[in-house]
């Protein structure tokens, strides 16, 4: 009998794996056989190549790419996780300093070195007084006042480089040592990829503040579009849930293997649990949540984009009524084309007052959504793994945590500090969000047919 057998026949509540009288490993892999739709050729490398343990080596399995990735590479993920939840922190004080534009430049190299003298730094102003921001609102700036929103903005896109570089030379290094297993290698140039765009992405957000006839066009003062700084905003967040995602895996994957030896029984129950199809309605649970907060997110990039948080700053209310008149919502000032056909989604994304609107439903589905999930998992825990029980309490924290700061953020005018915390407790609650999704989601068929083909081995040396 297969592991994955095995997992389909005890698959069910975590009180009836319970009441179950633990299975002798003779008895459990006496006829273990891999299953016909993953045949044993495709275990590439034993854990020992991969993981440098000791006793776990599997004579049997080819070497091509390795099975489990190294855990070094899923600790070298998270780290890189971190890392862009730093620049997404600093992207958003970078934006509520309104020091975005003051680099009218873009140079993926030599931009890397700030001004280093007064000469320097005097070319870079007077290369900013030929842009629109500086005639239209910020022609009384001096010199000292531009160093500074220089400097936030240099210090944003220098994060930025220095992120690359962490990201892409060790991913090279693991991938030319066979740390990765396929899964991870293609997720990794997909992920470089996105890394490459990202940066395309924010000087052509930046490009859309610099160009009159574009400012002309949207009617609008010296500011990026919403639409690009939304699409800048979404992309690093795709990139950070990409990263958070695989290491996330990755190091799940080398514990499942490490507790192998210690307790196979404990393993095979944990994978068992996992593979439940009594967890379905907790994996969807979990990735719609994950979609409605990255949702709602993507909805607070467009009030930002449009400044729409210094208007209605009361909560529940906005104005005298919850929501505003149909005549405000869908206001004809924003179609652009004679016959108003494109009234509707014009004051869906360009509206501020609907952007509000739109921002505050959503953040509210949000709320109640993740609350509803919070009592469904309470009255399933028999069948929920305790670790991804623990992970769901610390989500309807962080939810209750980023109301609080969006109303307050709100109610005081959008003050950096506030608007700050809000950004970073976006992220967090993604981050929550995504770990519980992790900790639910069935295991990969190769990794179960990797634990198959160690236990196999432990039986025969037991022998």
Request: proline share 5%; net charge positive.
């Amino acid at each position: 009998m297969s592991v994955l057998n095995i997992i389909s026949r005890t698959a069910g509540s975590r009180l009836s794996l319970a009441r179950q009288r633990p299975m002798p490993l003779t008895k459990m892999f006496s006829n273990l056989r891999f299953p016909r739709r993953y045949s044993s050729s495709s275990v590439a490398m034993p854990v020992s190549a991969t993981l440098g343990s000791k006793g776990l080596t599997s004579k049997s399995v080819k070497k091509a790419y390795p099975a489990i990735s190294s855990k070094a590479a899923g600790y070298w993920l998270i780290c890189t996780s971190g890392l862009i939840f730093g620049i997404v922190v600093v992207g958003g004080l970078t934006r509520l300093t309104e020091s975005g534009l003051s680099i009218t430049e873009w140079k993926p190299v030599t931009g890397s070195i700030p001004p280093l003298n007064e000469s320097e730094w005097q070319e870079e102003f007077e290369k900013y007084k030929d842009s629109p921001e500086f005639k239209q609102l910020n022609s009384h700036i001096t010199l000292d006042e531009f160093k500074f929103i220089f400097s936030m903005e240099w210090g944003h896109r220098f994060l930025g480089r220095c992120i690359g570089m962490f990201f892409i030379l060790p991913a090279i290094y693991f991938w030319k040592t066979g740390k990765f297993n396929t899964t991870v290698s293609k997720r990794v140039v997909g992920l470089t990829g996105l890394l490459g765009l990202q940066g395309a992405i924010g000087w052509w957000m930046v490009k859309s503040g610099l160009d009159e006839e574009q400012l002309a066009e949207r009617k609008s003062k010296p500011t990026v579009s919403q639409y690009r700084l939304t699409t800048h905003l979404g992309a690093a967040f795709l990139m950070y849930l990409g990263v958070l995602w695989t290491g996330f895996e990755i190091l799940n994957e080398n514990r499942w293997v490490n507790n192998m030896k210690a307790n196979p029984q404990k393993v095979t129950q944990a994978l068992a649990t996992l593979n439940s199809t009594a967890l379905n309605k907790t994996r969807s649970i979990s990735l719609g949540l994950l979609a409605l907060t990255y949702l709602t997110a993507m909805s607070g990039g467009m009030v930002a984009g449009l400044d729409a948080g210094l208007i209605y700053n009361t909560f529940p209310h906005m104005g005298d009524d919850y929501i505003p008149s149909s005549g405000e919502l869908m206001s004809p000032v924003f179609a652009r084309k004679e016959d108003q056909s494109d009234l509707w989604w014009r004051n869906l994304l360009e509206n501020p007052t609907t952007v509000q609107l739109v921002h505050r439903i959503l953040a509210t589905s949000t709320f109640f959504a993740v609350l509803a999930g919070h009592m469904y998992v309470n009255r399933n825990k028999a069948v929920i793994p305790p670790h991804a029980k623990h992970i769901f309490h610390g989500v309807m924290g962080l939810v209750t945590l980023q109301v609080t700061l969006g109303i307050s953020t709100l109610i005081y005018l959008v003050p950096i500090p506030l608007a700050a915390a809000h950004q970073a407790g976006a992220l967090a609650l993604l981050t929550g969000c995504l770990a519980f999704a992790a900790n639910v989601k069935r295991p990969r068929p190769q990794t179960v047919n990797y634990i198959s083909s160690m236990m196999k081995e432990q039986l025969l040396k037991s022998r």
